[in-house]
């Protein structure tokens, strides 16, 4: 048995390093830790545990977990007791996560618990062998480390959103508008609010979708379809964040949006949209979409110039 200090700096080590689901299999083995949490809410315990100011995003991202398995997962453990979800100081669009005072409790057993499934698998080496793995640990941290600072800086992904996301689309897509028309007028900011609403309301969810693209746990774009009578999708609240512009987003949204009305076998694909967005223009050209009409429209107030565009579907 080596030094104490050591001992404890090797089972940091281990616990610190990203190892693989096989190994974590091995050492955080059954339901994890004989607690009556499975492994993945244990994992998700323990993450919120050592970070701050997570938000599901973010522990969708580092955990590779699809966004509506973790929802389901994080609603299960908010019923418990186990976490909360207040708004975020910084910014009220989002949520973060942080343990309860009995949440806090149940992370400290678990983390007791971890050292001790590590201690035994450690233990299960001879010295020399922990000295050689504490090495390889430490190259491979040093070799993800330099491809870390060569990684592309322009990475996005697209999910489809969930309720949690309705007031930051809206937020997101007000802050747009503004941005380019000014002042939003309240009525038009409460029908924006009413259509997230109803997108994830069941009387209405029917064949609606929206979707979401992310980069950085931040929305950098989104896109809601609804449908129309004579089996047309109409795409509205179509947005990309300004400074997240030429990166694809809005092409990829699109082509999620087309691929959807696909397979639901809608006939036609409908945008209205602000006469002369060139970027958008081009956008729904290169994918057959053909100007219908350019009508001047009145919207609470607002008068805009605005575009009609169809991508028939049918054969």
């Known amino acids: 048995m080596p030094d104490p200090l050591v001992w404890k700096q090797r089972i940091e080590a281990l616990r610190a390093f990203n190892y693989s ?3 974590q299999a091995g050492v955080l083995r059954g339901r994890l830790l004989h607690s009556s949490y499975s492994l993945t809410e ?42 909360e979800r207040p708004r975020s100081e910084s910014d009220g669009r989002s949520r973060v996560l942080q343990l309860t005072p009995h949440g806090e409790r149940i992370a400290e057993l678990l983390n007791r618990r971890v050292n ?27 070799i993800n480390d330099s491809r870390a600072h060569h ?5 996005y992904f697209l999910r489809e959103a969930e309720s949690s996301d309705a007031e930051r689309i809206v937020r997101s897509y007000e802050a747009l508008f503004e941005q380019t028309f000014g002042p939003m007028e309240p009525g038009f900011s409460q029908a924006l609010a009413d259509t997230a609403a109803n997108l994830f309301d069941p009387p209405h969810h029917t ?54 009305a696909r397979e639901n076998r ?50």
């Not at 993450?47 to 929802?71: F, K, V, W």
């Not at 994918?287 to 350019?294: G, I, S």
């Not at 008068?303 to 054969?315: A, I, M, N, Q, T």
């Open 207 to 260: 064949l609606a979708r929206c979707w979401i693209a992310e980069m950085n746990g931040e929305c950098a774009g989104s896109l809601i379809a609804e449908p129309l009578e004579g089996s047309r999708l109409h795409i509205k609240l179509f947005m990309v964040e300004s400074k997240r512009r030429g990166l694809g987003i809005g092409g990829s949204l699109l082509d999620e949006a087309i691929h959807y």
């Open 266 to 315: 809608f006939v036609e694909v409908l945008i209205w949209s602000i006469r002369n967005q060139r970027r958008l223009q081009n956008l729904m050209t290169s994918r057959d979409f053909k100007l219908l009409d350019r009508p001047t429209v009145e919207y609470y107030g607002m008068k805009f110039e605005v575009e009609c565009w169809s991508l028939p579907l049918s054969s």
């Open 21 to 23: 689901e096989t190994m």
């Open 116 to 142: 001790d499934d590590v201690a035994e698998y450690l233990a299960g080496f001879s010295d020399s062998d922990q000295a050689r793995l504490m090495d390889a640990i430490r190259t491979i941290e040093e």
């Open 42 to 83: 244990s994992r998700i315990i323990l993450e919120i545990y050592r970070q701050s100011r997570l938000t599901a995003t973010d522990l969708s991202r580092n955990m590779g977990l699809d966004p509506g398995y973790l929802s389901r997962l994080l609603s299960r453990l908010e019923s418990g007791g186990v976490i």
């Open 151 to 155: 990684a592309p800086t322009g990475r």
